[in-house]
């Protein structure tokens, strides 16, 4: 009867604490191990077509390294962040390539993800970085 009891008991520690290990990686996760790529972004007037007619911006997480790198529609751009929870900051852009882009997008890609405080992932996968509760840019896992 006592190893039964022992036995069950330790089969629930187990259970209870891979469940836990799995909901704390699911929100690190859920950011890692995928290129995002923008396809909406608030505040500028003009179409997002004409803000990126060649190149949508980019943005891939190294959860060891806490940093980000990617694309801002024409430079490849890196910077790292802060995450805490679904509270996320990110630095300044660290070295970029300079070459010369349509549109102004990159600017008001740079700018936009200054103001990000928070993220979401919604229950279409997609990922929302948002200023309080507005989103400011939505992304997309990238197929590439």
């Known amino acids: 009867m006592k190893k039964s009891t022992v036995l069950f008991v330790s089969f629930l520690a187990l259970f209870i604490g891979a469940c836990s290990t799995a909901r704390n990686n699911k929100t690190t996760n859920g950011l890692a191990n995928a290129t995002w790529e923008l396809e909406y972004i ?60 349509e549109g102004g997008g990159e600017k008001t890609f740079l700018q936009m993800i200054k103001k990000v405080d928070n993220y979401s992932i919604d229950n279409d996968g ?5 200023n309080g509760e507005v989103a400011m840019m939505r992304f997309k896992k990238s197929k590439n």
């Open 42 to 101: 608030s505040g500028p007037r003009i179409a997002f077509e004409g803000l990126y007619p060649n190149k949508k911006p980019q943005i891939t997480f190294n959860t060891t390294t806490n940093s980000v790198s990617g694309n801002s529609g024409c430079n490849g751009y890196s910077a790292k962040y802060t995450l805490n929870g679904k509270a996320i900051s990110f630095g300044e852009p660290g070295p970029a390539t300079m070459m010369f882009c």
């Open 126 to 130: 997609k990922l929302n970085l948002n």
